[in-house]
């Protein structure tokens, strides 16, 4: 592990130990409970929270419709909000180009589960809206509410993003996807006092010099990119820790 691998290079009297805990389509919802539930018995010194541009979307959608929530707005459980048949093939007919041409574009598909959705806290939707003022509004009390459990527990935060490669240069002709999302975390960890560390400058400098670091016509990191976002946030983080 890299930042593993760097930690334990930068300081030879101390041995330090990165367990990685993620896991793919959690959100601050998931993260929350399974802390509370099971990695608070790990007694970590310190949680790194990586958030993800689709967290608004499955905080909202993929998850609170299947939540319990306690009287203080508190989780207590959560599962996969659950879809219809019906909404499940209108996913199909918005997707695919041909069950258009035959069943006609679906109605009332905004909450369905496609890529257009997932995204359109960044892109489509207006930060000034009351959506995404209500979705992205409800994933920050989240990670407030993350923050303090880690801190309650005796452990110290630190909040991390990257960026999709749309937030830097966008596929065809579309336009550059906003960052008033990573403004808000970063506005969050300002007021808790949480460092916080965005890999959008790092990353965009090696983008402009022609580093491959996605996938081909997609947002994700390839393994180029997965390495060099790994080893800017150890940078920063070995380098944070020599400030201390």
């Given amino acids: ?32 409970l399974r802390y509370k539930h099971q990695l608070h018995r790990l007694r970590p010194d310190e949680v790194i929270v990586n958030i993800d541009l689709t967290d608004i979307y499955d905080d909202n959608v993929r998850y609170r419709a299947g939540a319990v929530f306690a009287e ?5 459980s959560a599962g996969p909000a659950r879809f219809s048949t019906k909404e499940l093939m209108d996913a199909l007919r ?26 359109a806290y960044h ?34 935060v630190t909040l991390t993003m990257y960026p999709y ?14 960052r008033a999302f990573e403004a ?18 790092d990353i965009r400098a090696l983008l ?10 997609d947002s994700h990191f390839n393994p180029d990119g997965q390495r060099a976002w790994s080893e800017a946030f150890a940078r920063y983080y070995v380098a944070r820790l020599g400030t201390e």
């Fill in 1 to 32: 592990m890299v930042l593993e691998t760097q930690l334990n290079a930068s300081n030879r009297s101390t041995q330090y130990q990165v367990i990685n805990c993620g896991t793919s389509s959690y959100s601050p919802l998931l993260h929350l």
């Fill in 72 to 76: 203080d707005g508190e989780p207590l």
């Fill in 94 to 119: 918005f997707r695919f180009y041909t069950a258009r041409l035959f069943f006609g574009r679906p109605r009332g598909h905004e909450l369905l589960p496609t890529e257009e959705n997932v995204f």
């Fill in 123 to 156: 892109d489509e939707l207006s930060p000034d809206s009351a959506r995404w003022q209500q979705h992205v509004g409800f994933t920050i009390d989240l990670l407030r509410r993350l923050v303090d459990n880690i801190r309650t527990s005796g452990a110290r």
């Fill in 165 to 178: 490669r749309e937030q830097i240069r966008p596929l065809g002709s579309g336009p550059v996807w906003n």
């Fill in 184 to 201: 808000r975390v970063a506005a969050l960890a300002g007021d808790l006092d949480v460092p916080f560390y965005s890999a959008y400058d």
């Fill in 208 to 217: 402009m010099q022609g580093a491959r670091l996605y996938w081909t016509n």
